[in-house]
């Protein structure tokens, strides 16, 4: 037997599973501090919203998939709790990279005649239990296994594991902090029409550089807000998905948990250029599977863990050439009213902290026409969109037909989706 070179093997989904699948469910909690609720008692609330937002009753699902890192709540007990009787399940670890990666997997089980429809959820005590910055009880925790290597260089929280990397975007292409802070305006002027943000001040470029240093070179407004929420998505087959009350936002592709050549976040640095992340390797995935490219695509939910993570993530993936996404991200284009509105609810450095699940949220909405801001009701009780997009008005962006989310683990990982309406 002849054993071939991991470069020769494709991994990615057959383009036939292109249009196949849907979200067609929705749930979310409060974005808060303090939510003094299990991390159980927030999943069973998000997923019992997804439920009743997809018209569907506890019976109509049977699988059922989680990510964490250690801090949540198992499927199974959520499942219980919710009455519903289970074919499928798997709890996974993981963080910014899973939610992608796990509607891929949906996918799959579904395809395989395992299960018909999947409930995916993300449940966190983000900021009253385990902070993922590294204080409160993940700081207290022993030192093990790599933390021996590299806590020995103050590689506490994901903001010093990640800033050599954007050290060295900086180094190479000359990308400066001005032209990134414009990441955090950006998602701070949708946040100002996300009643439910958890910040919906406005920030400006000054407001972010003069803000406290972090690490270099991020400051404090560089960085996510942690909070305590759960989210949830609903994935079914779109014949399925087009008997719900809602429409559906029609899967076109996943990468799912692409990885550079040293995917480990430490070896990461062992192969270079640390500028470059695994974008640049779940583009080939993504494009050619969703059959668009990056110019296709209306709207980008790029993970913002950091001003700076959004940005490499968006030039890897080719929305501008390489070393460009410093002016891509600070030109007008990811705000709405711009070409291609990134996170037009806030994302995770205003709207909630839930790793990278609310992103997904968003778009659905806006492949559906639904954003949630303070637009009028109309009588059939959906919002009547002004386009107005001055503090306080509207966040839906017109004419949507295709969206990308961009999952991001750390600078070597990362998963992908495409999704388009239904106009069906």
């Known amino acids: 037997m002849t054993i071939t070179g991991t470069s020769d093997i494709e991994t990615s989904s057959t383009p036939y599973l292109r249009g196949k699948y849907a979200i067609c469910g929705i749930g979310e909690t409060s974005y808060r501090r303090g939510s003094d609720q299990t991390t159980r008692s927030l999943a069973t609330w998000a997923v019992g919203n997804a439920i009743a937002d997809a018209g569907m009753t506890a019976a109509d699902i049977d699988g059922m998939l989680s990510y964490s890192s250690g801090d949540s709540t198992f499927a199974p007990h959520v499942a219980n709790d919710l009455g519903i009787r289970l074919n499928f399940y798997t709890d996974i ?65 994901a903001g010093q594991l990640f800033a050599p990397t954007f050290m060295r975007h900086m180094y190479d292409f000359g990308t400066t902090p001005e032209q990134v802070a414009a990441v955090k305006v950006a998602h701070s002027k949708h946040a100002s029409n996300n009643p ?36 949830c998505i609903i994935v079914s087959r779109v014949d399925r998905a087009r008997d719900c009350p809602r429409k559906s936002a029609i899967i076109q592709a996943v990468a799912g948990r692409v ?30 599977n969703a059959g668009v490219g ?39 284009t990811i705000e709405l009213g711009g070409k291609r509105p990134n996170n037009t609810a806030g994302g995770h450095l205003c709207e909630g902290y839930t790793h990278g699940m609310n992103m997904v949220i968003e778009n659905v909405r806006q492949l559906r026409g639904e954003a949630d801001d303070s637009c009028p009701l109309g009588a059939d009780g959906r919002p009547q969109h ?25 600078p070597g990982a990362g998963s992908a989706m495409v999704m388009a309406r239904d106009h069906q």
């Open 93 to 157: 670890y993981g963080g910014g990279s899973s939610t992608e990666c796990l509607v891929g997997i949906a996918m799959g089980v579904i395809e395989a005649g395992m299960c018909n429809t999947v409930a995916i959820y993300r449940a966190m005590n983000g900021y009253s239990q385990v902070r993922i910055g590294g204080t409160g009880s993940r700081s207290a925790a022993p030192i093990n296994g790599d933390q021996i290597h590299h806590r020995a260089y103050g590689w506490q929280s």
């Open 196 to 231: 439910k943000a958890f910040y919906r001040k406005r920030y400006s470029i000054d407001d972010v550089l003069s803000s406290r240093m972090i690490c270099k070179p991020l400051h404090l407004l560089d960085c996510c807000v942690e909070t305590d929420n759960a989210t």
């Open 259 to 288: 990885s550079k050549p040293r995917g480990d976040i430490h070896l990461h640095y062992q192969s270079g250029p640390i500028s470059t992340v695994a974008g640049h390797y779940a583009r080939d995935i993504l494009w050619p």
């Open 294 to 332: 990056p110019e296709d695509i209306d709207i980008t939910g790029s993970y913002d863990a950091f001003t700076f993570t959004t940005m490499l993530q968006l030039e890897d993936y080719g929305f501008c050439a390489k070393g460009e996404g410093g002016e891509y991200v600070s030109n007008g």
């Open 386 to 410: 002004t386009y107005d997009y001055s503090e306080g008005g509207c966040r839906q962006v017109r004419d949507v037909e295709l969206t990308a989310n961009l999952g991001w683990a750390h």
